[in-house]
């Protein structure tokens, strides 16, 4: 089999734009599988396997019941319909009692881990090894190939192997190798699973079942969301216990960073604005940082360097450095822009500063997708200062909307943002700028580079006409994956 062919592939995940959406793995999920499908070189079809939460009920376009189906005593209706944005095939999986419940897909309204998350995902991965199997419910469709994205979906190559005997290769796509799904092993037998394979060589981590140590340990193929990413999780810093495994996988491994949907994402077209700008026609830009000033309450100032901030307010993210640096920045003239929510203490420390500099701090809690294109494109600058990120898609959005990031040298983020120098300015590839070390010192110094160099308005024009002209797209994101399809069904 060849992807000339008619390529079969069963892309299975826990959440997809726009259907439902917590992070950057419902991006990827909604993004890929339609840069695929669009490529003239990829001859099939996708479908996308996914959890029937009521968002996704409710916004499944043509949605026909094709199948009742009991797995691990879950009695689940199958449910054929299309993406709201596209052509694209789903199959969402509907079982009330499961997915259909008030909070978010993984916790509850208090952010809380649902306590049956175990089944709620073990039943994904079942019904995902199902449809690579021969008692599949789609009588006339058996994938030559699944996609299985992050802990969620980990089960899915494990039960493939050891009880549904499936020829369908698997590649498993580790997103975010923090998140392992880590269970009692009370949920073994619960789950199906062969006792047996409770070993070292096997589901076994650390006394717990690991999803994702599954998926790492029987997928066919494994990936990452960046290069850079793929080597750092096979070191003791980032690999979380399971570099050990990485490492004896590292020929199986391979890194392919993100792209973005540049049809949602583009300054020149994005709804979202005031007004809409370009490389060619960057000016627009400064009526979208005035509109930002004025809905978000502070001091409408062209001349405020005005910083932004859209993210999970975690420990990974590095945000917990910014309260102390930027009653200083703030004296210097600067403003920000955040929206965000995670940590308590952290929403807290930012939310003081607000109250404390109305005019030049702008804090909102949760996310919302019109204010956070507006923060994108109105702010100058976006700080991005994780301590570990896998891809990171907030970035990209920053070179594609004139918004240099100030990153740290990790991940995605080292493989996407290029710092300012002598030499990166003079050959055009300057697009942002790197912190070294991850710290708050480290990070101020970084940032007020950043406000000096702004000040040029010549090398920053340069510098935003660097990243808004790099191809960011998934099309060459799509091109990487069809050709790791070709070597999964290939056998190298």
Known sequence: MTCENNLRVLFATSEAHPLIKTGGLADVSGALPKALSQLKQFKGDIKILIPGYSAVLAKLKSPQTFANIEVLGQNCTLIAGKMPDSSLDVIAIQNTALYERTGGPYSDGNGMDWPDNALRFAVLSRLASLLCSKNSPLKNWQPDLIQCNDWQTGLAPAYMKLVDKSTTKSILSIHNLAFQGCFDTSWISKLALPVAQYQIDGFEYYGQLSFLKAGIFYADKLCTVSPTYAQEIQTEKFGFGMQGLLKARSGDLTGILNGIDTQEWNPATDMHLIKNYSNSRIAGKKAVKHALQQHLGLQIDAAAPLLGIVSRLTYQKGLDLMPEIMPKLIQQG??????????????????????????????????HEHLSHNIMAGCDMFVMPSRFEPCGLNQLYGLAYGTPPIVSLTGGLADSVRDINELSLKNNTATGFVVKNVNSASLLVTIERAINVWKDKKIWHQIQKNGMQRNISWDSSAINYLALYEKTLSNN
């Open 334 to 367: 600067c403003q920000f822009a955040i929206l965000g929510s995670g940590d308590k203490a952290l929403e807290a420390s930012f939310n003081t500063l607000a109250e404390h500099y109305p005019a030049q701090v702008s804090m909102n809690t949760g996310y």
